[in-house]
């Protein structure tokens, strides 16, 4: 299946053009959890949370926002305590989906350090 895209707005003050953007949804994985502190613990069954990376395409740049879960999750599930989590393809994989190499990206940002947002983070040589 392709990559779902998706529109990205932006307001331009003083500039007379605006680059053209795109948003690409990357690293679609799944951890399950089951954890006796959570809000759901009396629930039966676990949740899948589905942790997602975004691509942007600005101007000439191209952005990752949040690196994903760590290539050690290949193939998956891997279990560790209360979580289950797995991880089926690497972004750079996805990224030769679209015709892109990790030394394409531009800039990397992550929303938090958490292991699900930064695991890839140093697979992009040329990113800063």
């Not at 007379?16 to 795109?22: A, E, L, Y």
């Not at 679609?28 to 395409?57: E, N, Q, R, W």
Request: aromatic share 8%.
């Amino acid at each position: 299946a392709s990559p779902r895209r998706a529109g990205l707005r932006s307001v331009a003050s003083a500039a007379t053009t605006v680059p053209r953007r795109s948003v690409t949804t990357l690293a679609f994985a799944a951890l399950s959890s089951t954890a006796a502190g959570a809000d759901h613990a009396a629930a039966p069954d676990s949740y899948d949370l589905v942790m997602t990376c975004y691509l942007i395409k600005h101007g000439n740049d191209w952005v990752l926002w949040d690196a994903g879960l760590p290539k050690k999750y290949l193939p998956g599930p891997v279990v560790e305590g209360t979580f289950t989590t797995a991880l089926d393809r690497t972004i750079a994989d996805q990224l030769r989906d679209i015709g892109l190499r990790p030394e394409d990206i531009t800039y990397v940002a992550v929303s938090h350090a958490h292991f699900d947002h930064a695991g890839q983070v140093n697979d992009f040589p040329n990113a800063t």
